[in-house]
């Protein structure tokens, strides 16, 4: 009863952020999230000590958003002890709420794997993470974006998403995709091209930010991702 009260929280959270973090994107209202070069400075204990873990456990549920993402990181891959989604979506989504880029995108991952909220939803936090610098989740926006399957389906912002990512990242350069924009209409092209130029502005001013916080000191390393 209380892990499904917990859990009922935490989708309510979600709804919220989704909520806010697609207002936040449509208007171009500014967030609290800090310069990648602040963020990533924070030092926190990666082991996993009985200490190490009092110490930012305590951090965390005093609503420190790098030990939240910590917390969360090492829950949804079983770093120290084995993996647990709900812990993992609990802590995450407490960092994701504070628009701390990694912790949207883990948090939606999270979610992908316990299957318990929509495609929409997943789309507004890997964007959300993509737009605030995070470039690993920028695959996943154009992914969702060019699924003919999925709700969200929208070839216009992919294109737009495609054109951004590609250069810089080889799964969304995939063959795939290119067949799949090569079916846009005249007018799906000429909106792709105006939300392209739109991207490309609004991208110039951020600052990007690779995956952070896990896991010095343990075997699982510090090879969080691909950036």
């Not at 200490?51 to 030990?67: C, F, N, Q, T, W």
């Not at 920028?138 to 216009?156: F, G, K, Q, T, W």
């Amino acid at each position: 009863m209380k892990m499904h009260k917990s859990m009922l929280i935490v989708l309510l959270q979600l709804a919220l952020l989704s909520a806010c973090s697609s207002s936040a994107s449509r208007s171009g209202a500014a967030d609290k999230v800090l310069a990648a070069s602040q963020v990533t400075a924070v030092v926190l204990p990666q082991d996993c000590s009985a200490e190490s873990h009092m110490l930012v456990k305590e951090r965390a549920d005093g609503g420190d958003m790098h030990a939240q993402h910590l917390m969360g990181i090492k829950a949804l891959y079983g770093v120290c002890d084995d993996p647990s989604l709900d812990v993992a979506i609990f802590y995450l989504s407490k960092s994701a709420k504070q628009f701390f880029p990694p912790s949207m995108f883990h948090l939606a991952t999270a979610l992908q794997l316990g299957g318990i909220t929509s495609d929409g939803e997943l789309l507004d936090l890997f964007r959300g993470a993509a737009e605030r610098g995070f470039s690993k989740a920028e695959y996943n926006v154009v992914a969702y974006y060019l699924d003919r399957h999925s709700p969200v389906y929208d070839i216009a912002q992919g294109y737009a998403w495609h054109a951004f990512c590609a250069p810089h990242d080889f799964f969304c350069g995939m063959d795939e995709f290119d067949r799949r924009l090569s079916r846009m209409s005249k007018r799906e092209l000429a909106r792709g091209e105006v939300l392209k130029a739109r991207l490309f502005e609004k991208m110039k001013t951020v600052e990007k930010m690779s995956d952070v916080f896990c896991c010095r000191g343990t075997s699982f390393g510090a090879g969080m991702g691909r950036h």
